[in-house]
């Protein structure tokens, strides 16, 4: 548990290196189970990592897409039962510490893994599979003279007048203390562990101007651009379309890390073929280009970055001059606390 919180909080910048050729990999066969949630990240997946690895690699994917709740609620009936339902599975940072003990160990030195992850992109319970960040996202429309560059700067209503939006879905019940602690003025080195009470009456002062609680992505990207809201915190991956737009802009300024990850469940149908593609995903970064402006994350393959448009870096997290700015949460804490912040979300959103 220790090596892993380590881990994870080590997450560190892309380094330039030289291209690589990709590790060659040896025909397999049969199939891999992989769960991850549907829509676009189904899609790109498919278009960009799971057909080149049936055709280069041999091993049918069998692709379920499923939200996390349900991944891990079948998982573990799975695990109770005897009949694993999946090979690689969607985690965040706290799933991997949560359930630690029905992820399979993940082998770091395997060609692919060793030669084409980010720095520290490969850990004992999984990989890096997405990685971008909670960003602070606002109206250039409201705010034509420059807009909020801090949560401090979120909360203050007189400074940047105007309706917010904040979500009600995902991490939300650490995200959103944790942007208000920073709005109250702790500094990074001393956000965890979390002084809950701190937060949440940070929060009261800015509930009243909270318009909408968005539920979804593509909901928070509606409610700025239907001007219900002048400013939210929202995923980079949305982030970033709304800053193409020329509409809005964003900052990756006290960002919240936000890492999506692959891990592989204990036990599982196909688990050779599962480490296979883990070492197979991080290779080719000319895919994780694409991959990329497909779903406005960043991927795991620590080339690409330096293949970046000089226009384009401003919109990549695991750009260093962004990488750095991205506030690393205490996911050993969170996990261990998960249940009661969850309960006094909900208890404050709905009194």
Not at 148 to 168: E, H, I, M, N, T
Request: proline letters at 7%; hydrophobic letters at 45%; charged letters at 25%.
């Amino acid at each position: 548990m220790a090596l892993l919180r380590r881990h994870l909080l080590a997450l560190g910048a892309a380094g330039a290196t030289p291209l690589a050729r990709p590790a060659l990999a040896q025909r397999g066969s049969g199939e891999v189970i992989i769960a991850a949630t549907g829509g676009l990240m189904e899609r790109s997946l498919q278009e960009n990592f799971y057909k080149r690895f049936e055709s280069e690699v041999g091993i049918r994917v069998r692709s379920v897409p499923i939200e996390l709740p349900d991944q891990w609620a079948r998982a573990r009936a799975g695990q109770r039962s005897g009949n694993i339902p999946f090979d690689v599975v969607t985690a965040t940072p706290p799933d991997l510490i949560q359930h630690a003990e029905i992820l399979a160990q993940v082998d770091c030195t395997t060609p692919g893994l060793a030669a084409h992850a980010l720095p520290n992109g490969c850990f004992p319970e999984g990989i890096i599979r997405t990685a971008g960040g909670m960003a602070l996202t606002w109206s250039k429309k409201a705010f034509p003279n420059g807009g909020p560059q801090s949560w401090a700067d979120f909360f203050d209503v007189q400074k940047f007048p105007g309706s917010r939006s904040l979500p009600d879905t995902g991490d939300r019940e650490w995200w959103v203390p944790l942007a208000a602690l920073m709005a109250d003025g702790v500094e990074r080195e001393k956000l965890f562990p979390m002084d809950v009470e701190r937060a949440y009456r940070k929060l009261d002062t800015i509930k009243p101007h909270v318009a909408a609680w968005w539920k979804s992505g593509d909901n928070s990207m509606q409610i700025m651009r239907g001007g219900d809201a002048v400013m939210t915190m929202v995923y980079s991956s949305r982030a970033v379309p709304l800053a193409k737009s020329g509409e809005f802009d964003f900052t990756w300024n006290q960002a919240i890390r936000d890492v999506g990850n692959w891990a592989v469940l204990k036990g599982g149908p196909n688990t050779a073929n599962a480490m296979r593609f883990l070492d197979f995903f991080v290779q080719n970064p000319q895919e994780h280009l694409s991959f990329s402006e497909k779903v406005s994350f960043d991927s795991n393959n620590r080339e690409a970055p330096t293949m970046v448009p000089e226009a384009e870096r401003r919109f990549r997290a695991s750009w260093p001059a962004n990488w750095e700015k991205l506030i690393i949460a205490d996911y050993a804490w969170i996990a261990a606390n998960r249940n009661a912040l969850r309960e006094r979300w909900v208890t404050w959103l709905t009194k």
